[in-house]
């Protein structure tokens, strides 16, 4: 089928399953809903399914919406039939019209079945070309993003397996040369994925290669990425990337001179601070995370973040205040404990007396009025 001829396809397609949803109103709104009205919109979807045959019969998966579409016409006849006002008419009314809300429900649900099977189609199609229009991989990648956000559907997700979406997306992070922003695009979509279904996908984020390539890339949508993941998978992950040995690898980014990756890269720490367990929060201090953290407070804001207001601002404090109210390390003594190396790594790295004395005050007891 030809481009044209495909999107013309589609196009009937999405406006019968429109149709077929305004079917499909809670029945109690049903036994109030004008007549007419419910007429006019089963006289709609047949014209459309008129329009649509020789799609609907061309497809097999389709073939079974012409059953619902005679089923649907005979209802519209004896809707038609119980005209009257008396109890017998009044109770068949209503149970005809409950049926035409099911057929209505029925017929959507294989056209949303066709729909994403041609959509998952053209995604690898386009998400597959070498070198392929970028702008065209980054609209594929969003509307997969917002099909997936409409919540879990086991028939999609059969889609997405057997297709290998997330093969795909996998490569297009580590190996191919897509640029930056196709890649970031391609990662929001990992994430979509997670949202999707975590107990799934997340063991595929383990075993693949998707967060050392988020830590490569090394942009700020990147490391964003990176800490939503944290937020939603937690110790499991903090624990695969301390065993991987990739959290000095996003201590490194704090010496980026991109203030916008410094801030993913700082909010990033405070998420696996939050999180990770004593020996991950031990790691952290012998990478000297604390000096890198006093070096940034003292970062004044640039242009490109401009309307950030003091995105460093307290950031050694924010730090050990995550330790602290963190679920990582359960144990108040080792809490405590990280908080007095805190503290003397503080007193070490200062400018000045007047800088530590500041900053061990806002730790122990807050920032002065």
């Known amino acids: ?77 004896d809707l038609e039939e119980f005209q009257g006002y008396g109890v017998r008419s009044l109770f068949y009314r209503q149970i005809t019209k409950y049926k035409i809300s099911q057929i209505g429900y029925e017929i959507e649900t294989h056209l949303r079945a066709y729909i994403d099977r041609e959509a998952i189609f ?4 386009t998400l597959r070309e070498e070198p392929g229009d970028e702008d065209e991989k980054i609209t594929a990648l969003i509307e997969f993003e917002n099909r997936l956000s409409q919540g879990f ?20 992070l580590c190996f191919s040369n897509c640029s930056n922003r196709v890649k970031d695009e391609a990662a929001l979509a990992v994430l979509a994925l997670i949202e999707f279904n975590k107990d799934v996908f997340v063991g595929m984020v383990f075993m693949g290669f998707t967060i050392p390539s988020l830590i490569s890339m090394g942009s700020s949508t990147s490391i964003r990425i990176l800490s939503s993941l ?40 405070f998420e696996i601070a939050f999180y990770g367990s004593k020996e991950v929060i031990g790691a952290m201090l012998e990478e000297e995370l604390v000096r890198k953290l006093l070096e940034l407070q003292r970062l004044k804001i640039g242009s490109d973040l401009e309307n950030e207001d003091f995105a460093f601002e307290d950031c050694v404090k924010r730090f050990a205040l995550q330790i602290e109210m963190g679920e990582g390390v359960e144990n108040k003594k080792e809490k405590d404990e990280f908080k007095l190396e805190i503290l003397e790594t503080v007193r070490k790295a200062s400018v000045s007396d007047a800088e530590a004395a500041s900053i061990v005050h806002d730790i122990l007891w807050g920032p002065s009025p």
């Open 230 to 269: 944290i937020a939603r998978i937690r110790t499991p992950l903090i624990d695969e990337l301390q065993h991987r040995k990739q959290i000095p690898r996003i201590i490194n980014l704090l010496s980026s001179e991109n203030r916008s990756v410094l801030m993913a890269a700082m909010n990033c720490l």
């Open 1 to 77: 089928m030809a481009a044209k001829e495909k999107s013309h396809a589609l196009s009937l397609i999405q406006a019968l399953k429109k149709a077929s949803k305004d079917l499909q109103n809670n029945p109690i709104f049903i036994l109030c809903r004008n007549q007419t009205d419910l007429k006019a919109a089963i006289e709609a979807l047949l014209e459309l399914s008129t329009k649509a045959n020789p799609i609907l019969s061309a497809d097999p998966c389709l073939s079974n919406i012409s059953h619902s579409l005679n089923n649907l016409r005979e209802l519209l006849r």
């Open 122 to 125: 053209d995604l690898v199609q």
């Open 153 to 172: 559907d086991r028939d999609y997700q059969e889609l997405i397996m057997k297709a290998g979406i997330f093969s795909i997306l996998e490569s297009m």
